[in-house]
């Protein structure tokens, strides 16, 4: 191994309770050079990372020897190793809020770190927090140091964690799915941060996570792990033109996410689902004890329409007003203004029988495979649960039946009816929330992003099967995401929502192809995957 | 390991608590002395191989007093935990359900009880309502409803947050039915233990009532009276006082050991 590796790590093993997650691993990383390390979930990548900083859970044996610089990390003395992590390494987790501490202002909170590993006074600190936010487009001047965690978005909290993690300039930076919690222009915003750092401070960065690509665009290598093995590690630009592993290959693939289905026009098709100006406003606290606060405008005059057996992408950035639009539609949340049509009849003022007819034809799957479904209840029972709807429920046996014909539609064994919930992996279970969705045989399934939660394999998945099935089934789906892989990948027509309206719709292709709308623009330029296609990716940032 | 110690909480907690229970059940049909006679001439014995409690001022074996007033103990307490959770649970849930002015309605009435000292409340009311076991669990059950409508309504406030409720209205169901097919079931571990612990603070307040003698009345006997009558006593005869005392204190503790070992339990399962 040469002199100028930064970090090189060797024959590294991880065994938690007996299974071995991590396999002989070795990694190697230069100073100032990027190196990303992709895999699904449960492909041992975020343990990678954790036993070079030794942060593993109790739980874990870890064998083999991590060096940086040529120091030994692997068998210092922890007091040792707890001045190194932060001095040394910095660290980037996933979730901003949880990283951080609520109680303190977060110049005071980056000033702590300074504090903990080197002798400095109050002012000393706190000058260099506020240097390191400023360089990660946190000004002082603006008062940003005053602020406490709370008060700043999900973007600015993960870049108050990398100027905690950076304001020791550190040699190397380890960031944990820094972007997965953010929306794709935030997540641009970061990643370009994340890059720029490591070049003009020579540090070396670490970037885990399962997207593939968002190493597209910033990575000078890339490393494939799948089940806790290394399967090909070279330059991003030769695994992104040739990956000569299987496993690396149905990656790209997967982050590619070509569209999988005939795309036909169906504006000649009736409308089956027509939303006219719907306004949804919800009160905010009134600050006078006069007058009313104005209520904030979620959903500000939309209209839209959805014919027979078409698919229409909904999207736009979180906070633009798409969830509450989608709750209108459904008829979970009252509209102040507007109204929707289904199947030609008015349903937001439906009532009794109507109400129960109307809602079989609409039905839905939300965005958390986790917290969509009762713990409690069996999956055949939570599958069932919309044949509450019919005026005359099916016997048992019927129901038993029915519950079995739609598990194996969406891929599932019927035996899995009386098992519950926690049994499942997250695209299991969106695949019996698509289940239950289908029950009662609707005319219109709406999707709240529901496959954002997903790695993307088995994202890509699910939407083959939703393509499938729209084929199949002759259903409509009403998909609302932030992601534009996703609605590239399954819709038809697209809708673009921001600040509460729709500012631009048409033909999925022709949008994509030449958006009108600068919103729309700036959403597609922000999108992580556009690189896989488009640009010479070696040459980002330079 | 951490593990052991929360099952010895559990276990030494369901066994106090079974112990006390099965006393109380078994005191229903049997115990070694009748309390009903008394019996002069064996007055105020120190505890020996006859009477292993010793006897009281009148003659009565304490270990059979210990044991029926297990019964009363128990009775009242848990009596009025179901008082309360019967009232509580289901205006928390609807508080949660509906939100707005009923949440606003239910809650500050809830403030409303809390905001009276509750000893003093339910001296109160069966100073209005008369001395007495069905009294005494009026009164404690009264002051259960708040407690149990607070633990209720955070708990499905929580549980309304999640996605799953959205889908049990896509299926058409409304709050109500919602909350008692998917709410309650998952909020079961909370009210177990709150459950648990109102019954440890219903024994100290059932032993409180009856030490000023607004609880069971006599000749029914009650720890709380007990206590009471072995005050003037202390001099004579110390272990009078002492086992109604261990009785409560022993009682109340593996009441708490419970609660706390099923709230790890939980905590753990959630």
Not at chain 1, 83 to 102: K, W, Y
Not at chain 1, 304 to 332: D, M, N, P, Y
Not at chain 2, 106 to 114: A, K, T, Y
Request: aromatic share 6%; with cysteine.
């Amino acid at each position: 191994m040469s002199a100028a590796n930064l970090l090189e790590i060797a024959d590294l093993n991880v065994v938690i309770d007996a299974t071995r997650v991590v396999k002989n691993l070795s990694l190697e990383l230069r100073a100032g050079e990027i190196l990303g390390l992709v895999g699904a979930s449960g492909s041992g990548k975020s343990l990678t990372a954790l036993s070079i900083v030794r942060l593993l859970p109790e739980r874990a044996a870890c064998t083999g020897v991590v060096r940086l610089n040529g120091t030994t990390l692997s068998s210092m003395p922890e007091s040792q190793m707890q001045a190194i992590r932060g001095r040394d390494i910095g660290m980037v987790f996933q979730e901003p809020m949880s990283a951080l501490n609520p109680l303190l202002r977060i110049g005071d909170q980056v000033a702590e770190t300074v504090r903990l590993h080197r002798q400095a006074t109050d002012a000393e600190a706190q000058a260099a927090a506020r240097d390191a936010l400023n360089l990660v487009g946190l000004p002082g001047e603006q008062g940003a140091l005053e602020r406490f965690p709370y008060e700043l978005s999900g973007g600015q909290r993960q870049r108050v964690a990398i100027a905690m993690a950076i304001v020791m300039s550190p040699r190397l930076l380890i960031a944990d799915e820094p972007t997965t919690a953010l929306d794709v222009i935030t997540q641009a915003r970061v990643l370009l941060l994340l890059q720029e750092l490591a070049r003009s401070r020579n540090m070396g960065l670490l970037l885990v996570t399962h997207d593939l690509a968002v190493l597209a665009q910033l990575a000078d290598r890339v490393a494939v792990m799948h089940q806790g093995e290394i399967v090909e590690q070279a330059p991003t630009a030769q695994i992104l033109r040739k990956p000569r592993d299987a496993y690396s290959a149905a990656l790209l693939a997967a982050a590619g996410l070509q569209p999988k289905r005939s795309k036909v026009s169906r504006d000649a098709a009736p409308a089956i689902l027509q939303v006219r100006g719907i306004v949804r406003e919800y009160p905010r606290k009134r600050t006078s004890l006069w007058h009313r606060a104005a209520p904030l405008r979620a959903v500000d005059d939309v209209s839209l329409a959805i014919h027979a057996g078409e698919t229409v992408g909904l999207v736009g950035e979180s906070g633009s007003g798409k969830s509450s639009l989608l709750r209108v539609v459904l008829a979970l949340e009252p509209a102040q203004a507007g109204q929707v049509k289904l199947l030609g009849e008015e349903f937001l003022s439906a009532k009794g029988a109507t109400l129960s007819r109307l809602r079989r034809s609409i039905q839905a799957v939300f965005q958390d495979p986790y917290g969509s479904f009762d713990p409690k209840w069996t999956v055949g029972q939570l599958i069932a649960e919309p044949f509450f709807l019919l005026g005359s429920p099916p016997s048992a046996g019927e129901r038993r039946r029915k519950v079995a014909a739609v598990l194996e539609q969406v891929g599932l064994s019927a035996g899995v009816a009386e098992r519950l919930p926690r049994d499942f992996s997250g695209g299991e279970r969106q695949r019996i929330a698509i289940a239950r969705a289908l029950i009662t045989e609707p005319a219109v399934i709406a999707f709240d992003e529901a496959v954002s939660a997903l790695d993307v394999l088995i994202r890509e998945q699910v939407l083959k099967l939703l393509a499938e099935l729209a084929e199949r089934l002759k259903v409509s789906y009403l998909f609302v995401s932030h992601d534009l892989h996703v609605i590239r990948a399954i819709a038809d027509r697209v809708y673009v929502m921001q600040q509460g309206r729709i500012v631009e719709e048409g033909n999925a292709d022709a949008v994509f192809a030449s958006p009108r709308h600068s919103y729309t623009r700036a959403l597609l330029a922000a999108s992580p995957g556009r690189s896989l296609s488009e640009r010479p990716i070696n040459e980002a940032g330079r | 390991m951490t593990l052991g110690s929360r099952n010895t909480s559990l276990i030494a907690g369901a066994c106090i608590t079974g112990f006390f229970v099965a006393v109380a059940a078994i005191a229903r049909f049997w115990t070694p002395f009748d309390t009903g006679i008394l019996s002069i001439a064996d007055k105020l014995r120190p505890p020996n191989a006859r009477h292993w409690f010793g006897t009281d001022q009148l003659g009565r074996d304490v270990l059979s007093m210990i044991m029926l007033g297990a019964q009363t103990s128990v009775g009242v307490a848990l009596l009025s935990v179901v008082i309360g959770a019967l009232v509580g649970v289901p205006l928390g849930l609807l508080a949660a359900a509906r939100r707005g002015s009923t949440d606003e309605i239910v809650m500050r009435g809830n403030d409303l009880i809390f905001a009276f000292p509750a000893l003093l409340l339910a001296i109160l009311i069966t100073a209005v309502f008369g001395p007495g076991a069905v009294n005494a669990i009026i009164a404690i059950g009264i002051f259960n409803i708040p407690v149990f409508a607070r633990v209720t309504r955070a708990g499905a406030l929580q549980q309304w947050t999640r996605d799953y409720t959205l889908a049990a209205r896509v299926a058409g169901k409304g709050p109500l039915r919602i909350s008692a097919e998917h709410i309650l079931p998952n909020l079961a571990g909370l009210l177990i233990v709150q459950g648990t612990i109102q019954f440890s603070l219903g024994v100290i307040a059932e032993a409180g009532l009856s030490y000023v003698g607004l609880s069971a009345q006599p000749p029914t006997p009650s720890w709380g009276r007990m206590l009471n009558e072995a005050q003037t006593l202390t001099a004579l005869a110390p272990y009078l006082a002492l086992f109604p005392g261990f009785a409560v204190l022993l009682f109340v503790l593996g009441l708490n050991l419970l609660g706390e070992g099923l709230r790890r339990r939980v905590g753990r399962a959630a």
